[in-house]
């Protein structure tokens, strides 16, 4: 049976001429494009590109194939404007967001405001930058809440651009290391990177920056090669520095609720500048809901919070 986002890839390669151009639009890998093409061809015993100095050029038998998907396209689009007509009196939303402190807040808050409410199907996921994008690029999720490095803001900034992605700064804040209360480091006031020398990072996902190799990334990474452990959910990742004292996060600054829940405490890394910028994305094309906007209203709320309680 034929994968229809994979068709719809190999349509959008069709489009560009290139690999390498529809991977960068699609969000996607030029290996794994190539691959996935090449494996819907052997799928359905057709070839679909005649690979050529200048590019990708359609067969005979690709152009009559691209035709028809483009009608799948059409058709999908109707599929997903007329259910947005059908679910209006719904209350649904659907997010993806990094793990924070006031994000997490709001969310519960949200939920409060909502809990008699009978048709309700809300989707809230946390995970890291990269998925995030990837979901929001794919409408998988509505909206999305992101955190970069603020040395590479321009690099998202222009991502932001070329995927037609609304974009808003919700928090800037300078990082701090945190590790566990039982760990000597605790009983400094500031610590400095050579402290940390033993001591293995625990990271959310691996580096993402658009435009920039993950090579790239790692010669400019502070933490030791071979010395990062990388965990995708944010309260495993707290939990992992809880309770292993040779661990430690540099990350934004966490509530002292936070903070007491996981027994770990937070100290300012001397010498180092390392901040982090927030963002909120959707699609440009998406309009968002009242419920959608109801939630945004409790983000806002908690940011404010936030600032005012730990980052001032």
Request: hydrophobic residues 40%; charged residues 30%; contains cysteine.
């Amino acid at each position: 049976m034929i994968n229809h986002k994979v068709l719809l890839y190999a349509l959008e390669v069709s489009r560009e001429g290139s690999v390498v151009k529809a991977a960068e639009k699609l969000y996607v890998s030029q290996p794994n494009l190539s691959k996935m093409i090449i494996a819907l061809e052997e799928e359905i015993g057709v070839q679909l590109f005649n690979r050529t100095p200048k590019g990708m050029v359609p067969t005979n038998d690709g152009e009559v194939l691209f035709r028809y998907a483009e009608d799948i396209k059409r058709q999908t689009d109707l599929i997903e404007s007329y259910c947005k007509k059908v679910t209006s009196n719904s209350f649904r939303m659907s997010a993806a967001v990094i793990w924070a402190d006031y994000i997490s807040e709001a969310f519960t808050n949200f939920l409060d405001r909502y809990s008699v409410e009978k048709n309700i199907e809300f989707s809230y996921i946390e995970t890291d930058t990269e998925s995030i994008i990837n979901k929001v690029v794919y409408s998988e999720c509505h909206m999305g809440i992101i955190r970069c490095d603020k040395r590479y803001e321009n690099n998202f900034r222009r991502f932001f651009e070329v995927h037609s992605l609304a974009a808003e700064i919700l928090c800037e804040a300078r990082c701090v290391a945190v590790f566990a209360e039982d760990s000597f480091l605790s009983e400094r006031k500031v610590i400095t990177n050579e402290d940390l020398d033993n001591f293995f990072e625990v990271r959310q996902s691996k580096n993402f920056v658009p435009e920039i190799s993950e090579s790239q990334l790692r010669s400019n990474s502070d933490a030791l090669p071979g010395r990062i452990i990388y965990v995708s959910d944010g309260i495993a990742q707290a939990e992992l520095v809880s309770r292993n004292s040779g661990t430690y996060m540099i990350i934004p600054p966490l509530s002292p609720e936070t903070l007491k829940k996981y027994k770990l405490v937070q100290r300012d890394i001397d010498g180092m500048s390392r901040e982090s910028i927030d963002y909120f994305i959707r699609s440009e094309n998406y309009s968002l809901s009242k419920t959608d906007n109801a939630f945004l209203d409790e983000l806002m709320i908690s940011k404010r919070k936030y600032k005012q309680e730990v980052l001032l």
